[in-house]
């Protein structure tokens, strides 16, 4: 299902208000723009709706005159005036580098050209830009959009090349840049550039809920209607807009949008709470905002489900400001933005959404967004030079307006509908990111992400409480070993870029994906096949508070190739020399270093992490130097070199394995003292089995019993018939015994617990108590969504 191309969508973002140039809603009015703003009594609603939309794409809310607006504007006009300088009309194009006839790159310069004159035409807008209000910038504007009506966008025109450019990028833009100039405009220029937007998006681009429009695609092609109405005063467009917005919101249970889990979904087979998730959250926050108290009003009741999404989906990816990479898709081989730019963005957006929310969620997201911006890393958020005027003032007003900045949360999340999970302890945030037969190993599609092989195979990727905030962010993906993403048990068998197909096309015949939590604690497995290869594995992480056990089992490969797992993989930044200790020694920081160890017990990299490994381990470690281009992951990427330090600590499984095994304890943050006494520790967390059967450890502690069930079996006391994944937890007289079915078949599974249970206190619907007494027996129909289940016992 093809999408906007890497520099397509960049340049389109960086002018219609996702990106990095964008503008915005703010929460006042500055006084210039608040006179205009102040309609006549017999002033009609298309004009209130049109000049509503001009403050949500200009941004409203700032002093021009104060740092960092005043810098970001200059920079503006600097952009318009070069476009102004350069632009040079011609049969086949507007700009000279930007040709519209080539039927491979047309669509895309189409994009890129309206982009050039929203610039223009927002510098001539805007205050503090050295051409507000210059004549002949406008004048160019209306010109420009003159002559790409006349030469591509047009009512008989036949669209060619990416249909993301002619259905939204170009018609988005060309909207927004028409409401900007809109007083210098006559009749017959709206009336022709309504009518090439009615032809590349009539009614029926919205008609069925399929396709390309679902989700933030059908967001988006409600954003064009909606603004294309107001712009030619067409009462039915806004109407068919607000309405055909409604299929968005409902939970969905396959496919795109959001899911009951916060798992949000899109091009059927990609997590994308980030990337399409803010399209999405950014579209439907300027249709709420636009058509608030207008005859168009978005009433359907079903919009409470977006304004959930803000704490249900996307806080939990959002970490100390930046958006997780395990759901942005191929967009993390996207230069020009990262992890950091994209949170942000989002955290603008979640703004926005406030500005019609209640009360107390408006509250409750606003001191959110001053947790994130006072947590995150350099540079600081309301300082970030990449975000826009409008989207800095957002942010700022919000974090004044925030009752109290909310702390860091702990715990996990799970969120099985697009398998991924979260983990937070005191001292860290991590992402994993799985696939299935739902969810596919990677995205790549239109020369972007052609690298991503492995980041579906267990990628445990980790930041910092107050450190290792730009691990993925600065230069990571240009230059990272992608047969090394930290986690990731794996073959190395060559692949050949985008291997297994584009867009999600390549998925494993897998279904046991998923995993059980109790809100504290959490088991999660995967059955891992290998792309394009005959590697099998039984992958089991723990969440268990500042502790993640990694356990793996029944790897197994006949590729005549080296398996190996990867216990982490860390970007050390161009200058890094983190000490690297195992087992107390100190290993010297020398560039291309690699040490093999038999039985190392534990490792530690200063600043960032300890490791542990139970009964010892045959550990691999490397310091290396590695270079790499955007270009390679990505073909619109550039070709200068990046050159990062990296630790990589692995285990070596061997040629073709049979029955291989491994054991670690990641420890995010640890000192090395404490990663020392940790590994003399061999009672804070036990590991009870390991192998292609079951999977399951125990923590006395808190006295949690955690097991990933492959197939029918008994540890600890715990048994399952079937397939499942359990937490038990005893406190005193009683515990807690928590259960998930990840292989989604809906088939009834019986647990049996060898401990005397007096009763059972409370239980999910679908558990019914087969016996107490002497032990306990219970038989769950589980749902089919891998919710988790559970029962509060009274111990005999």
Not at 154 to 181: H, M, Y
Not at 415 to 423: G, K, Q, T
Request: hydrophobic share 40%; aromatic share 8%; net charge neutral.
């Amino acid at each position: 299902m093809p999408s906007p191309s890497g520099s397509s969508r960049r340049t389109f973002l960086a002018a219609s208000g996702t990106g990095a140039a964008a503008v915005t809603l703010g929460l006042a009015l500055p006084a210039a723009r608040a006179a205009a703003s102040q309609l006549a009594p017999d002033a009609d609603e298309f004009d209130t709706l049109r000049l509503r939309w001009r403050d949500l794409t200009l941004g409203t809310g700032f002093d021009a005159t104060a740092q960092p607006y005043a810098a970001k504007l200059a920079a503006l006009g600097d952009a318009a005036r070069t476009a102004l300088a350069t632009m040079a009309p011609a049969t086949g194009s507007l700009w000279p580098d930007q040709p519209l006839t080539n039927p491979a790159t047309g669509s895309a310069n189409m994009s890129a050209s309206y982009t050039r004159l929203n610039t223009m035409a927002q510098a001539w807008a805007q205050p503090g830009t050295g051409s507000t209000g210059d004549a002949a910038l406008i004048a160019a504007v209306g010109k420009g959009l003159d002559h790409l009506y006349t030469r591509i966008y047009n009512e008989n025109t036949k669209s060619f090349g990416n249909w993301w450019d002619w259905q939204i990028g170009s018609p988005r833009l060309l909207l927004d840049t028409a409401v900007i100039a809109y007083d210098t405009l006559n009749s017959t220029q709206i009336g022709h550039y309504t009518a090439a937007v009615d032809h590349f998006v009539p009614d029926s681009a919205v008609a069925v809920y399929t396709g390309t429009s679902t989700g933030a695609n059908r967001t988006d092609l409600c954003r064009v209607l909606a603004t294309r109405g107001v712009l030619g005063r067409n009462a039915a467009k806004i109407a068919l807009a607000r309405d055909a917005l409604s299929p968005v919101f409902p939970y969905v249970t396959a496919g795109d949008g959001l899911y009951a889990d916060g798992s949000f979904v899109q091009h059927t087979w990609i997590a994308y709470t980030g990337s399409y998730g803010e399209v999405q959250i950014d579209g439907l926050a300027r249709l709420f905002a636009l058509l608030t108290g207008s005859s168009w009003a978005v009433t359907d009741p079903n919009r409470q489900i977006i304004l959930d999404s803000v704490e249900r989906s996307y806080a939990p990816f959002l970490h100390d400001g930046l958006m997780m990479d395990c759901v942005n898709g191929r967009a993390v081989s996207r230069q020009a933005t990262d992890d950091q730019l994209m949170g942000r963005t989002i955290m603008a957006h979640i703004a926005m959404l406030a500005l019609g929310a209640s009360p107390a969620e408006r509250d409750r997201w606003r001191s959110l967004i001053k947790g994130w911006t006072d947590r995150a890393p350099t540079p600081p958020v309301l300082a970030d030079q990449r975000l826009s005027v409008a989207n800095l003032a957002l942010l700022s007003a919000a974090v004044d307006a925030a009752p109290a900045a909310a702390p860091a949360p702990t715990g996990p999340r799970l969120f099985p509908a697009m398998d991924r999970a979260v983990h937070r302890g005191t001292r860290f945030a991590a992402s994993l990111s799985m696939s299935s037969n739902r969810i596919a190993y990677y995205e790549n599609g239109n020369g972007e992400n052609l690298r991503g092989w492995h980041t579906g195979s267990g990628m445990l990727a980790w930041w910092g409480d107050g450190f290792a905030g730009d691990q993925y962010s600065d230069g990571f993906w240009p230059t990272a070993d992608p047969y090394r993403m930290p986690g990731t048990t794996l073959s190395r068998k060559p692949l050949a870029d985008g291997e297994g197909g584009a867009w999600g096309a390549a998925r494993p015949a897998v279904t046991w994906v998923g995993g059980a939590t109790d809100g504290t604690y959490a088991a999660v497995g995967q059955h891992l096949k290998g792309l394009s290869s005959s590697l099998v594995a039984r992958k089991s992480w723990f969440f268990t508070g500042d502790e993640i056990v990694c356990l793996g089992a029944g790897i197994v490969a006949g590729d005549g190739t080296p398996v190996e797992t990867v216990v982490d993989h860390r970007n050390l930044g161009a200058t890094g020399t983190n000490a690297l200790t195992v087992d107390g020694r100190r290993l010297p920081a020398t560039p291309g270093r690699h040490d093999t160890f038999s039985g190392a017990r534990w490792a530690h990299i200063a600043g960032q992490a300890g490791y542990v490994f139970p009964g010892g381990a045959p550990l691999q470690t490397l310091r290396e130097e590695r270079t790499g281009t955007w270009k390679a992951i990505s073909t619109g990427g550039a070709t200068d070199p990046v050159t990062r330090r990296y630790l990589t600590l692995w285990f070596d499984h061997g040629t073709d394995p049979v029955d291989a095994s491994y054991a670690y304890v990641l420890l995010p943050g640890a000192r090395q003292s404490e990663t020392a006494v940790r590994a003399a520790d061999r009672d804070k967390v036990r590991v009870l089995t390991n192998s292609a059967s079951a999977q399951a450890i125990s923590v006395p502690g808190p006295g949690l019993l955690a097991a990933n069930f492959w197939t029918a079996g008994t540890v600890g006391g715990l048994g399952v018939d079937g397939p499942a994944s359990v937490l038990a937890r005893t406190a005193r007289n009683t515990a807690t015994l928590s259960l998930a079915a990840p292989e989604r078949t809906g088939a009834a599974i019986e647990l049996t617990w060898d401990r005397p249970v007096r009763s059972v206190t409370t239980r999910d619907p679908r558990i019914e108590v087969l016996a107490t007494g002497r032990s306990l027996r219970l038989r769950i129909t589980p749902d089919t969504a891998c919710g988790t289940v559970r029962a509060d016992v009274v111990l005999g």
